[in-house]
């Protein structure tokens, strides 16, 4: 699409720093993709085996410029074919978060568009909405709200009732680690690169399931999750497995069973407990989102498992699962649409927030925020 042919400032600008992705995108209103870029931090961070946040933000300072031209040229746009800025405020690493809020500030107030501060997970769960020339997206496949979701990356894991745009309520989380971690950590201790869960799940397609016996952490006791017994028991087994064996086939095959061992328990936890919210709040309407939603063994085993439950499951492509803008661009453009947006003094006190959701509804103003009160779900 060139500047020539777009609606005159009605595009979104989205932009993402939360964690170790600098990520820009340009979306149209109605959640079409125009450009989405990425650029990874991994292998900044990969020989610290996780993300160091001072290095993640210095290194969003010098990305952010770069990655937001180059999703402007590839959407063929100009700064005048912006209606508005979604950026994500929060939850996420504070100096992360600061940076993106600081350059989508300083763009919407330049340009004198609204900014629309967007929450990093109500983005990833509101993905499945996206289309581009691709994918032609959810929406035109069915979904709509009321759904489950079920949010699964590296930092975050929950099942929530999503009645809107950026608006949800928590059925349950996590006690402790997050899903990606808990794969993130059995990658590592077994040797394998950061961040480890596409390596698992890439092993888990040749290791052997059966092989280890391990826990299934809270399955089938209500929606919250546990995953830190799962990470010991993973733990031990490795160490009683590879006691004694060098580098070699014996090890690689240790590795891929216990790869499939502990994919097949984590998968086992997050499809017994989705299933479980929709059952319990008679909604049949199923969304994975977040880096995690990546993983095949778990998409299979939705597809596999969903339609004899009746549940219809949506699961964005895995570019807009992993951490990427154009969510932030989309689910801004929906709340913008719904008449949130910061401009003048309000836009320049914005704020960002580490793990709460309460300053995104403090902020955003508007319908969003009387919906959320209205509902009691601001919290
Ligand atoms: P964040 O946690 O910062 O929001 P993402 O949403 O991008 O980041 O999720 C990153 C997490 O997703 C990491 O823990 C990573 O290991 C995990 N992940 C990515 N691909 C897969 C996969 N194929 N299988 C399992 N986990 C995956
Ligand atoms: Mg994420």
Redesign the pocket.
Known sequence: MSAGSADHAALVLGIET????TAAAVVTREGRVLSSVVSSQVPIHARYGGVVPELASRNHLVQAPPVIAQAMAEAGIGLDALGAVAVTAGP?LAGCLLIGMQVGKSMAYARGVPLVPVD?IQA?VWAPFLSDARDAGAATRGLAYPYIALA?????TSLLKVDGPGVSTTLGATMDD????C??KI?KLMGLPY????H??RLAKIGDATRFDLPRPLAHKGLDFSFSGLKTAARLAWAAASAGLDEGPALDAVRADLAASA?AAIVDVLVDKAFLACRETGIARLVAA???A?????RARLADKAPRRKIAVHVAP?RY???NAAMVGGLGAALWQGGAGLTGRELTRAGIYVTSRRAVYAAVGGAAKAGARARGEAR
């Open positions: 939360s964690c170790d992705e996420g990093h990833h699964v990356s590296g930092g975050h997050a899903a990606g971690e794969f993130d990658a961040p480890g869960g596409a698992i799940d994919q977040g880096g995690v990546c993983n095949e063994g778990l895995a699962c992993s951490d």
